[in-house]
């Protein structure tokens, strides 16, 4: 009995954490704690309704996962990336994603793929129509998909976490005529290679689709000398 209450106690301490870590991540990535600017400890825990433990908890995996720096005797500041560390997360992105590409065709059924389709129907919609929010959930729902079919777990993390730091970037403002189209028609030809299972020719699409968001976001550093 001891020890079913011990663990009912962990399990209640890990999902407060766990909760308070999601909560966190939403306030940064939404903007309302912008990125550079630095956390203010007292008035998170109260917003959230937590105590001190399970914020610290939660500020330690964020900044183990590079979405907050601890600075010590200064506090807890969210990251901002410049445009050559935003350029060095793409390409990292980039190799990830197409590996994980090159595990998951093989195994994908055709429902797996009908899903994936499904995903990127509906961002292809919502990019036609101007939705951004919705394009960016979906786009990311793609790639989530993609790792998960991949079974490699240790693979499935990294890129969850890169992923945050992407979003942390920026996100795609200006969506052009030129950039929708490049978009559609990309999403058309990897659902034709997933068809076809021919992996690596799905991991060079995989790639250019990320490129061309690469490419807007990027653009949004119009002041920094390129790095590649």
Do not use: W
Request: charged share 30%; proline share 3%; glycine share 6%.
């Amino acid at each position: 009995m001891i020890m079913l209450i011990k663990n009912t106690e962990k399990l209640r301490r890990t999902t407060l954490r766990d909760r308070t870590y999601e909560e966190v991540v939403r306030l940064i990535l939404s903007g309302e704690l912008p990125t550079g600017g630095c956390v203010d400890e007292k008035q998170v825990i109260e917003k959230l309704r937590v105590s001190r433990t399970p914020f610290r908890e939660a500020i330690g995996i964020l900044a183990k996962g590079g979405l907050v720096e601890i600075k010590p005797y200064h506090g807890f500041y969210v990251r901002s990336f410049s445009r050559s560390e935003t350029a060095d997360l793409y390409e990292l992105y980039k190799r990830l994603e197409c590996f994980a590409v090159e595990l998951a065709v093989p195994q994908m059924s055709d429902c797996d793929i009908r899903r994936i389709e499904n995903i990127l129907a509906e961002a292809v919609v919502a990019l036609q129509r101007g939705d951004v929010k919705t394009y960016a959930v979906r786009d990311r729902e793609f790639y989530e998909a993609i790792a998960g079919q991949s079974g490699n777990f240790a693979l499935i993390e990294a890129l969850a976490r890169l992923a945050l730091q992407i979003q942390l970037c920026g996100t795609i403002t200006n969506m052009s005529g030129e950039f929708a189209e490049r978009t559609a028609h990309g999403c058309d030809d990897i659902i034709q290679a997933f068809k076809a299972r021919d992996a690596p020719r799905a991991a060079f699409l995989v790639r250019a689709h990320i490129s061309c968001a690469q490419e807007a976001i990027l653009a949004r550093f119009p002041n920094e000398i390129a790095s590649r």
